[in-house]
T-cell receptor, first 115, second 113 residues
Framework: QKEVEQNSGPLSVPEGAIASLNCTYS??????FFWYRQYSGKSPELIMF????GDKEDGRFTAQLNKASQYVSLLIRDSQPSDSATYLC???????????????FGQGTILTVHP | DTGVSQDPRHKITKRGQNVTFRCDPI?????LYWYRQTLGQGPEFLTY????????KSRLLSDRFSAERPKGSFSTLEIQRTEQGDSAMYLC???????????FGSGTRLTVV
C-alpha cells in the first residue's frame, strides 16, 4: 500500500460546479495534511493545510480531514477554468522516532474545468 | 526576492557527465528539502537538511547523488555519472517545520541525453 494515495483522474467538471478531490494515507502517526496545486511545467504551490478533524474553509476551497478513516479531501466550489491543474495531497509523516517529519506526496489528480 | 531560488532552471547533459544544482532557501527557514518529480508522479523525497546537518537521505538516492548545505545556507545537489533515468524535475523546498508545509522553488529540469 502506498503511503499516500489519491483518487485516480483525470477529473473533469464544468465551470461553476464543485470539484471533489480525495486522498487516503497509511500512517496513523501523520500529523498535518496539505493540498498543493501544480500547473503544468511549474512547481507545487501550497493552497490549503489542515491539522484537526473536520472542515477548514478558505474562500472557494474546503479541506476535510477524518483521521479515524485516514482520509483527507479538498472541495473546490464554483470551479473556474483557472483551477485546471494537478492537485497534490501531501502528508507530514514523522521520521522514525524523531520529532520532525517530511512531506510524502500522492501521485496527484489532474483537474480540468471546462467552460 | 524572498522565495526559494534554484539554479539552473534547465540542464541538458550527456550521459556520464556530472551535474550540480544549487538551491537558495528562504533566509528564515532552517529546514531544506530536495525532491525529484517525474512526469505524472508526485514529488519523491530525496534528502533533508536541518541547518547544515543532513538528517535523512532516501533509499532512492544512489551513491551517485550527494547533497551539501555548508553553513546552513544554500544547498547543492550533485549527480555523478548521470544516467537517462536521472531525467526529472529536481525540486528544492524550505520551511520552518514540515508541520507548516513547504515553499518550493521553481525547480531544475534535468534532461540526460
Amino acid at each position: 500500500q502506498k503511503e499516500v494515495e489519491q483518487n485516480s483522474g483525470p477529473l473533469s467538471v464544468p465551470e461553476g460546479a464543485i470539484a471533489s478531490l480525495n486522498c487516503t494515507y497509511s500512517d496513523r502517526g501523520s500529523q498535518s495534511f496539505f493540498w498543493y496545486r501544480q500547473y503544468s511545467g511549474k512547481s507545487p504551490e501550497l493552497i490549503m493545510f489542515i491539522y484537526s478533524n473536520g472542515d477548514k474553509e478558505d474562500g472557494r476551497f474546503t479541506a476535510q480531514l477524518n483521521k479515524a478513516s485516514q482520509y483527507v479531501s479538498l472541495l473546490i466550489r464554483d470551479s473556474q477554468p483557472s483551477d485546471s491543474a494537478t492537485y497534490l495531497c501531501a502528508v507530514n509523516i514523522p521520521i522514525g522516532g524523531t520529532s520532525y517529519g517530511k512531506l510524502t506526496f500522492g501521485q496527484g489528480t489532474i483537474l480540468t474545468v471546462h467552460p | 526576492d524572498t522565495g526559494v531560488s534554484q539554479d539552473p532552471r534547465h540542464k541538458i547533459t550527456k550521459r556520464g557527465q556530472n551535474v550540480t544544482f544549487r538551491c537558495d532557501p528562504i533566509s528564515e527557514h532552517n529546514r531544506l528539502y530536495w525532491y525529484r518529480q517525474t512526469l505524472g508522479q508526485g514529488p519523491e523525497f530525496l534528502t533533508y537538511f536541518q541547518n547544515e546537518a543532513q538528517l535523512e537521505k532516501s533509499r532512492l538516492l544512489s551513491d551517485r547523488f550527494s547533497a551539501e548545505r555548508p553553513k546552513g545556507s544554500f544547498s547543492t545537489l550533485e549527480i555523478q555519472r548521470t544516467e537517462q533515468g536521472d531525467s526529472a524535475m529536481y525540486l528544492c523546498a524550505s520551511s520552518f517545520s514540515a508541520n507548516y508545509g513547504y515553499t518550493f522553488g521553481s525547480g531544475t529540469r534535468l534532461t540526460v541525453v
